[in-house]
């Protein structure tokens, strides 16, 4: 994959030039690991190449890609959709932020990671990954479901998403799980992931025919994690407790609801 470097990672390359350093162990996969690099007056090299640093604000926070042999910030703006896609740098991992709307949450990561979902899996909003890698390393087949091929490009730039594409016990499927989930047969999955970002761009994700589905494909006495956007999304309206209100109707028990972190279980 196309090297790629946070600003910050930047600035400290920048700094080690201007100390008159010749060389700077770099990390060029944004944290995974570190690659002593070659220093030159205007930037670094790379496989013999020189790439010049561009110029950074302070303030800056974003990753840069090496595309040629410039590096250019891993955003853009999408003519289909009218969305900025920008993948962020962070202590952790890089998040995917969509016109500003951050699409990965690590308290619901978390949550996931500890209850160690086994069987077979259904993830729907695949975003960067994490969710269906994560839920791979216990499972035994992860389906995940992404409607934005934006989002799927992001993923390949991100170090961190590479099982995605390479995990064998990961099926990735481009579409609209509104449409793809009736394709499944009745209680095939141990368990259900639903992170659709924000209402405005989700369709009929939130819809109760949706799910209904969901409570179908879902085998007795399996799960649903669903993470839900921000309590209130306009002033005065609780969106999370109308989708949940759907989510019992269609059938689910057992409800529950973390508030401080946006997420919600529910039992078949």
Do not use: W
Request: hydrophobic share 35%; with cysteine; aromatic share 10%.
């Amino acid at each position: 994959m196309r090297p790629i470097l946070s600003s910050n990672e930047l600035r400290k390359i920048s700094k080690a030039v201007m100390k008159g350093l010749s060389t700077f162990d770099a990390s060029i996969d944004l944290g995974l690991s570190k690659t002593k690099v070659k220093l030159g007056k205007d930037g670094f090299y790379l496989e013999g190449k020189l790439v010049k640093l561009p110029k950074i604000r302070e303030k800056d926070n974003s990753c840069y890609v090496l595309i040629g042999k410039e590096l250019q910030k891993a955003q853009f703006l999408s003519e289909e959709t009218g969305f900025l896609y920008k993948l962020e740098p962070t202590s952790y991992r890089p998040i995917l932020k969509v016109s500003g709307t951050s699409m990965h949450k690590k308290p619901f990561l978390d949550r996931l990671h500890k209850d160690q979902l086994k069987g077979r899996i259904l993830d729907s909003g695949t975003g960067l990954g994490y969710s269906a890698i994560l839920a791979a390393k216990s499972a035994k087949q992860v389906i995940t479901v992404e409607i934005d091929q934006n989002v799927i490009e992001m993923a390949k730039l991100n170090p961190y998403s590479q099982d995605l594409f390479s995990k064998k016990n990961i099926k990735l499927v481009l579409g609209d799980i509104v449409e793809e989930i009736l394709k499944f047969k009745d209680e095939e999955f141990n368990f259900i992931v639903f992170d659709a970002g924000t209402a405005k761009a989700s369709g009929h994700f939130f819809s109760l025919d949706n799910y209904k589905q969901a409570y179908r494909v879902l085998k007795t006495g399996g799960r649903l994690y669903h993470y839900l956007p921000r309590p209130q999304i306009t002033k005065g309206r609780d969106f999370a407790a109308e989708v949940i209100k759907r989510i019992e109707k269609a059938g689910f028990s057992r409800i529950e609801r973390n508030i401080e972190d946006s997420y919600v279980i529910a039992d078949k």
